[in-house]
C-alpha cells in the first residue's frame, strides 16, 4: 500500500512547503538488503557506567561488523574499561572529544547500564548521552543494556526500571529515523544479548523501537556460528502465509537458509503454491480450525524431521463493537486467533514434533495491548497470545524452547489498505517515526527470535509499532 503523504513530504518541493508549514515529514527508513554483511556501518560510540559487565559483549559483536568503528568520548566514565574491552577483541577505540560546532555522526550510541546499582548512578546516562545525542546520525540507534531489574536488589532494581522511561523518551526525541531500545540481561547472561544487539543496531529492526528485550543464561555458544545464515538446516512452519505478513515471514526465514512449510486455508491454496515455489519451500492446505488440523501439520513435520521453528501468524478480524457484534463473530476470532495455537501447541509438544531448541512465536498486536474500540474480540485473542507465552515460557525452557511474540501496530497491507482514509493516516502518523511499518519489519522481528542465536532471549513480547502512541 503506497503512501502518498510520506512520497509527497519527501519530494524536492513537498520538503519546502511541508517545512514551511511544520508538518512532519517522516525519514524513509533504511531497511536490510541481501548483500549486507556488516549489521552496522558507520561510527559507533560506545560508553558504560561503572563496573558495568556487557563491555565485551559489545566490543565482541563489533568486531562482527566490518563496516562499523568503535569511538569512545574523552574523559568518559568507565574509559579504561571501555578501553580494555576493545583491546581484548584486538580493536581500536578511537577517542572522540564533543564539540558543538563539530560535524560528528554517529551511527549508533551504545550504552552499558549494567553496573548502575542506585538512582544517583543514572547521572552516568546523562553524562553519556547529553553531549552527543544530537549527533546520532540519520536511522541510527541508540541501545541501551540493562540489569533485568527483578533480579536485583531493591536500589538497583528502582534505578534500572527507570532505562526504561529513558529510552521511550530518547525514541520520542531523536526523530530522523532513528530508534532506541533496551536489552534487560540477567546477571551472567550478558552474551547471550549478542543477537538482540546485532538486531537492535541493524537496519532489521527499522520499525521497532522504545522496546524492551529480556535474556536470561542460555547454553548458545556463538564461536563457530553463522551470522549469515542462522537458520541454515531449520525447518520453519508459518500459518498464515498465503500473503502479505505471513508470506514475508515466510521468504525472511528463507532468505537466512530455513526450510519453509507455509500454511493457509484451502481457498488461499493457489497463492500459497506460489510462495512455496518461489522459496523451494512446502504447501500445506489446511483450516488451523480443523478437528484434524494439529494432527495433519505433526504428520507433515515429522516427515520432514520435525519443526525446529513454529510461527503462529494466521488470523483475522471480524469488527463490532460489543453491543453489535453476533456470538459467531466472537467465536471465529478466538478460535483461529488463540484457541487453534493453543491445540497445535500442544499437540507437537505431546508427539514431541517441535525439535529439542525449538521456537514458538506468536503474532500479537497492539491491539491486544492497548484495546482498541471496536475490535473486542481481535483484542481479546491478541491479549491472550501475549498470555500464551506469559504461561508456557518456564516450562518450555526445560526442553532449552523459547517463547516470545511480537505486537505489529500500523503495517502497510491489503488489510490495513481497506481502513477509511482518516483512520489509515492516524494509524500511520500517530507514531514516533510518522509513518506505517512494512511486512517485513514484522518478519525481521520474528527471524530474530527464531535465530540460535537467540536461545536467551525468552518470554519477550516485542512491538513493531515505530513507538505508536497507541498504548505507549
Not at 562482527?64 to 569511538?71: R, T
Not at 534505578?159 to 522511561?165: D, E, K, N, P, T
Not at 526442553?399 to 489509515?424: K, L, S, W, Y
Request: net charge neutral.
Amino acid at each position: 500500500m503506497s503512501d502518498f503523504y510520506h512520497a509527497l513530504a519527501n519530494s524536492a518541493v513537498g520538503k519546502k512547503v511541508f517545512s514551511a508549514i511544520n508538518l512532519p515529514i517522516p525519514t524513509p527508513l533504511e531497511r536490510f538488503t541481501l548483500g549486507d554483511t556488516s549489521f552496522i556501518k558507520g561510527a559507533v560510540l560506545v560508553g558504560a557506567a561503572e563496573n558495568s559487565t556487557a563491555l565485551d559483549t559489545i566490543f565482541a559483536n563489533l568486531k562482527l561488523a566490518p563496516a562499523a568503528q568503535a569511538h569512545v568520548l574523552a574523559n568518559a566514565i568507565a574509559s579504561e574499561s571501555i578501553e580494555a574491552a576493545a583491546t581484548a577483541t584486538h580493536q581500536t577505540a578511537h577517542t572522540y572529544m564533543p564539540a558543538p560546532e563539530d560535524r560528528a555522526k554517529f551511527k549508533a550510541l551504545v550504552f552499558d547500564a549494567t553496573g548502575i546499582s542506585n538512582t544517583q548512578e543514572l547521572k552516568a546516562a546523562w553524562a553519556f548521552f547529553h553531549p552527543v545525542i544530537r549527533k546520532l546520525d540519520k536511522c541510527g540507534r541508540i541501545v541501551v543494556i540493562g540489569r533485568t531489574p527483578e533480579t536485583c536488589a531493591l536500589e538497583q532494581r528502582i534505578a534500572q526500571r527507570g532505562l526504561v522511561g529513558l529510552v521511550k523518551s530518547f525514541g520520542k526525541e531523536i526523530k530522523n529515523g532513528a530508534t532506541a531500545n533496551l536489552i534487560y540481561a540477567d546477571e551472567g547472561a550478558e552474551s547471550q544479548a549478542s543477537s538482540a544487539l546485532q538486531f537492535l543496531l541493524s537496519p532489521k529492526s527499522a520499525y521497532v523501537s522504545a522496546q524492551v528485550v529480556r535474556v536470561r543464561p542460555a547454553k548458545f555458544d556463538g564461536k563457530k556460528f553463522d551470522w549469515q545464515q542462522p537458520l541454515a538446516g531449520k525447518t520453519a512452519l508459518v500459518t498464515g502465509a498465503a500473503r502479505g505478513i505471513g508470506a514475508a515471514i515466510a521468504e525472511t526465514l528463507a532468505r537466512d537458509g530455513a526450510k519453509v512449510v507455509v500454511l493457509d486455508i484451502p481457498a488461499m491454496s493457489e497463492d500459497l503454491h506460489k510462495v512455496a515455489n518461489k522459496l523451494n519451500g512446502v504447501a500445506l492446505s489446511a483450516d488451523i480450525t480443523a478437528d484434524d488440523a494439529p494432527a495433519l501439520i505433526s504428520e507433515k513435520a515429522k516427515e520432514l524431521g520435525g519443526l525446529d521453528i513454529l510461527v503462529h501468524n494466521a488470523g483475522v478480524t471480524r469488527d463490532k463493537t460489543m453491543g453489535g457484534m453476533k456470538e459467531h463473530l466472537w467465536d471465529m476470532v478466538i478460535d483461529i486467533n488463540i484457541a487453534a495455537e493453543e491445540r497445535i501447541n500442544a499437540k507437537l509438544l505431546e508427539d514431541g514434533t517441535l525439535n529439542k531448541g525449538g521456537r514458538i512465536i506468536g503474532v500479537s498486536s497492539i491491539s491486544g495491548i492497548a484495546g482498541n474500540m471496536g475490535q473486542t474480540n481481535y483484542s481479546t485473542s491478541k491479549a491472550a497470545v501475549i498470555g500464551m507465552v506469559d504461561g508456557m515460557v518456564e516450562e518450555l525452557a526445560k526442553q532449552d524452547i523459547t517463547i516470545n511474540a511480537v505486537a505489529p501496530g500500523f503495517i502497510e497491507t491489503q488489510m490495513t489498505g481497506a481502513i477509511p482514509f482518516a483512520i489509515r493516516e492516524a494509524g500511520r502518523r500517530l507514531n514516533s517515526l510518522n509513518q506505517g511499518g512494512q511486512p517485513v519489519d514484522v518478519a525481521e522481528a520474528i527471524a530474530f527470535f527464531a535465530s540460535p542465536a537467540s536461545q536467551g532471549a525468552t518470554g519477550n513480547i516485542v512491538r513493531v509499532c515505530g513507538q505508536s502512541l497507541l498504548g505507549a
